[in-house]
């Protein structure tokens, strides 16, 4: 039985891509770096901004690395507005599902902690979560197991009774790594052929499948 549901945020509950890919982008221009496709920048989505940046740029010196992340902060803060994220079809109406039912929701994300709450709260579903963890919150984020261990023991949860979802690879490998049951969604930044090899569970390809599998 289903006790708790851990989700990832950006490509599983909030479509961003289109505020990341353009973020991203600017941050090299105005950083005088060399154009890369979108895929190379999609292939970084769900892990910390840090290991982001190194991956985009090769051979990079880690002392350069922080001048990176204010500018991706600053170019963040002044698109967030003009490019406004929205729910996946599906996404509220389910979580008010779930939460009637009495599974604890929370959400494990390695967005900045402020970000991930002001998008929570803007698009109306904060409520519904009993814990959020932002990248600020753990140690040792994804792929590794921390954001679940820690969540499962705050809510006195073993693994086989918590379901992880997300849509990239890294949201998998965290959630078995903890002994979760792991779902992949095909909606996101990944594909199902990727999520399977990860590994999942279960792959799902709207939000709202998720009640039929708990």
Known sequence: ??????????????????????????????MGAPVIPD????????????????EMNPGISEADIPAWMKMYREVFDGLKHQIVPVL??????????LHNQGIILTVASSRGRESLNDFLKAMG?????????GAEDVVNAKPKPEPVLKTLKRFGVIGPECLVVGDMPVDIQMGLGAGAVTCGVTFGNSS?????AAGANYVIDSFDKLLSII
């Not at 909030?14 to 982008?25: A, M, P, R, V, Y």
């Open 1 to 30: 039985m289903t006790k708790l549901i851990v989700f990832d945020f950006d490509g599983t509950l909030g479509d961003t891509l289109e505020l990341i890919l353009k973020c991203n982008h600017e941050t090299r221009r105005r």
């Open 39 to 54: 895929s190379a920048i999609i292939s970084t989505i769900g892990i910390p901004l840090w290991d982001g940046i190194k």
């Open 88 to 97: 996946f079809p599906g996404v509220k109406e389910t979580l008010a599902g």
């Open 125 to 133: 579903i904060a409520p519904y979560f009993d814990y959020v963890l």
């Open 192 to 196: 199902r052929e990727a999520l399977e």
